[in-house]
């Protein structure tokens, strides 16, 4: 008896220690690629994602991303990348390290699951269990938050934490700067990142067939880059894409 106590308490301890999750590739459109381990491959559907992956989309492009229980969108001109994702019987966490443009999640609630799910940008963190939202980020505008359903927790160093509303809207400049919200109405949408607002050190390309065309991806590592930066583990990764 005392054998079988064991290996139950053995049982119940694996079950509920945190598994990473892979992140599923489920649509791809136009140019999308994936940085890990310090390489570049093309993303394709089907394709798995481990944690520490860092994803970029071209021109035109966007990547959908299913992640434990929340489904992810990175439009034109992404650079992201998905850390921290777990999942037990009794949790599930994931977060979007947004570097520059823009990421919808529709993130579902589930019934004796708790959802930690987040998007963080250098000057805030937005928090989601079971909301759809749209984070965007870059340095001339700052981070801009758009709720279409739900309730989102947006903590930064400044404003300590506030929740945003279905409806409405978050933007704030800077780490320094106060924090605005207002109706999603009022909030326009943030110019495309411009790659030449990079110093560029290092460049890497591959080729990717989309269609009936052939399109290159170059990434442009900076080594120094021209605006602060934060110690987020992130490697800045713009895209361009050639013809």
Do not use: Y
């Amino acid at each position: 008896m005392k054998k079988l106590m064991v290996l139950v308490a053995i049982l119940l301890a694996f079950a509920i220690l945190p598994v990473f999750a892979e992140a599923m590739v489920t649509a791809v459109r136009g140019t999308v690629g994936v940085l890990a381990n310090g390489r570049l491959q093309a993303v394709t559907v089907g394709m798995s994602l481990l944690d520490d992956a860092t994803v970029v989309t071209g021109a035109n492009s966007e990547v959908v991303i299913q992640i434990n229980n929340g489904t992810i969108t990175l439009r034109s001109l992404t650079t992201a990348k998905l850390t921290n994702m777990t999942r037990t019987t009794e949790a599930s966490t994931a977060n979007v390290a947004l570097r520059g443009g823009t990421v919808v999640s529709n993130v579902q609630q589930i019934q004796g699951l708790r959802t930690n799910f987040t998007v963080t940008t250098p000057v805030a963190t937005s928090s989601v269990r079971g909301t759809a939202h749209t984070v965007s980020f870059s340095q001339e505008r700052g981070m801009e938050v758009a709720v279409s359903s739900g309730l989102v927790a947006i903590t930064s160093a400044l404003n300590g934490n506030r929740p945003v509303p279905a409806g409405t809207g978050f933007t704030q400049a800077n780490a320094s700067s106060a924090p605005l919200l207002a109706s999603q109405a009022s909030l326009a949408a943030p110019p495309p990142i411009v790659a030449d607002a990079f110093a560029s050190d290092e460049e890497v390309a591959i080729s990717q067939n989309v269609g009936n065309a052939s399109a290159v991806i170059t990434v442009i590592v900076d080594a120094v880059a021209p605006v602060p930066d934060i110690d987020d583990g992130l490697t800045d990764v713009p895209i361009v894409i050639l013809p």
